[in-house]
């Protein structure tokens, strides 16, 4: 059974520009969570998906970060226009059921550089 | 609310001694914890889990956890380390409150093990 995955690996990218992360969950998970962490500081929440709505957005930063889970399936991250503050690793995880006792899988992570 | 706490930003080990990593948590409801480790380069693999059955859980690669709940604690033990264990580790806490956060993972700082031969 494969992972979760995470396109790109890595990105730099400069101040004001735009980037997209996506997420592959494992397939038949209907649960999907963005996660990140700065240097230095511990992973944070960001938003998680039920299927295609939004369960839970609280942890998103800004209005510069919008993400989507069209049909249900993979998810998109995007960044606009970026900021140096973005910088970090971000991680994709996934559930097949919305419990706090399920494990949620993780991705490998993007690191996003802003300079 | 919940909060974790990992009382060790580094630990080092011999390789053979006992590991000893440190968590301590904070919830309003009775909690779910896991224990996750990120080896370099790689995504986080989930080590073990608290769900309220057993107090002391066993994970993969032999270690353990022992929930404690009078001291609000869950650390991470193995008997005898191995060079393969070294990474960062992570305890968290998912969030048994009702609505939207449901299931909300807290992680703690992590904690690096590193293990000397």
């Known amino acids: 059974e494969a992972g979760v995955t995470q396109f790109p690996s890595h990105s730099v990218i400069e101040k004001g520009q735009t980037v997209t992360l996506r997420c592959d969950p494992i397939s038949g998970h209907d649960n999907l969570y963005w996660y990140r962490r700065v240097m230095g500081k511990e992973i944070k929440f960001l938003l998680h998906?039920?299927?295609?709505?939004?369960?839970?957005e609280s942890g998103m930063p800004n209005n510069r970060f919008l993400a989507e889970r069209t049909g249900g399936t993979y998810s998109t991250l995007k960044v606009q226009p970026a900021e140096l503050e973005d910088s970090g690793v971000y991680f994709c995880a996934s559930s097949p059921l919305w419990r706090p006792t399920d494990t949620q899988y993780f991705g490998p992570g993007t690191r996003l550089t802003v300079l | 609310a919940q909060s974790v706490t990992q009382l060790d930003s580094h630990v080092s080990v011999s390789e053979g001694t006992p590991v000893l990593l440190r968590c301590n948590y904070s919830s309003s409801y009775s909690p779910s914890l896991f224990w996750y480790v990120q080896h370099p380069n790689k995504g986080l693999q989930l080590l073990l889990k608290y769900t309220s059955a057993a107090t002391l859980v066993k994970g993969i690669n032999g270690f353990e956890a022992e929930f404690k709940k009078s001291e609000t604690s869950f650390h991470l033990t193995k008997p005898s380390a191995h060079m393969s264990d070294a990474a960062e580790y992570f305890c968290?806490?998912?969030?048994?409150?009702?609505?939207?956060?449901?299931?909300?993972?807290?992680f703690g700082q992590g904690t690096i093990l590193t293990v000397h031969p």
């Open positions: 968290v806490v998912s969030s048994n409150a009702g609505g939207t956060s449901y299931g909300k993972l807290t």
């Open positions: 998906f039920v299927k295609e709505s939004k369960q839970d």
